[in-house]
């Protein structure tokens, strides 16, 4: 675990390209020999560096989004955009945005990256319905977890390649639009919602 939080700090301070084994191996404080035992080529080293990578995503995501609406009746939509535009600021995202553009010329990258890719939507997906049971009755869920993911995803990423402030007037307007379009989707679980607390409607 300590080789592969040094890969992921090493991405993130140094660059993909600009991080060697040697280089994780010091800030990790392991031997040559404990690097090779562990992670005999390069290639496995960034394969299970993706992997953890993914791990700590989620896990983050896990934990902000059920502690947002532990008590709560119903899921807290606006608060849970916020909740998930504030994990995109975290080294971990600028990481996989990292190892995402390196991929495009490294086909090495490009072939740990893109089966961990799929791996993490699906977790994503399956762990977003445990945590909104209610929006998952939704019809239009899946629409709206894509939308939110994309949206944010896309922001986020943007700001980061143009040096931007993630704060920007335009990145206000697009989630104020993403939370009003959300209430839109989510009509139908909004409907039923009334219908428990008043069954006169």
Known sequence: MLILDA????FF?????????EKIARRARVSRGA???HFPQRTDLVQAAVVHLNSKRLELFEQSLSQLNEGSEY???EEGIDAFWEQLQSPYFAVYCELLSASRTDSELRAALAPA???FTQAWR???EQIFPDLAQSKQYGL??????FL??????NAQSMEATPSSMAAEELIGWLKSSLRELFDDVALSKAALRDPQR
């Open 152 to 157: 944010l995803e896309g922001i986020a990423f």
């Open 35 to 37: 690097m090779l035992h």
């Open 7 to 10: 890969a992921l700090d090493s």
């Open 144 to 149: 709206a977890t894509a939308l939110t993911r």
């Open 75 to 77: 899921t807290l939509v």
């Open 126 to 128: 399956e762990k977003s």
């Open 13 to 21: 301070d140094l660059g993909f390209n600009r991080t060697t084994t």
């Open 117 to 119: 890719i799929r791996e």
